[in-house]
């Protein structure tokens, strides 16, 4: 069964970081995303995360690292 995975050899991509409120700012990350026999087409899926103003740089990534992970999961669900 195909599987979605992120394309060998090409970076997730950051968009800028907006401000949600005072106490939150959101970032976009695009997947660059591929099946693992190729036999579906490549694409790109841009999701958004947003991150408390509290959080520390380790949370922030730990957050964003979550996402993308919840995505390839729930896409291949």
Known sequence: MSKYILREGES???GVEAVV?????????????VTNDELAFQFSKTISVVS??????YEVDTARAAAVANY??????
Do not use: K
Request: glycine share 8%.
């Open 12 to 14: 997730l991509g950051y």
């Open 21 to 33: 409120d005072a106490n939150e700012y959101s970032i976009d990350i695009t997947l660059p995303l």
């Open 52 to 57: 408390q103003n509290s959080e520390t740089g």
């Open 72 to 77: 390839l999961i729930q896409i291949n669900a």
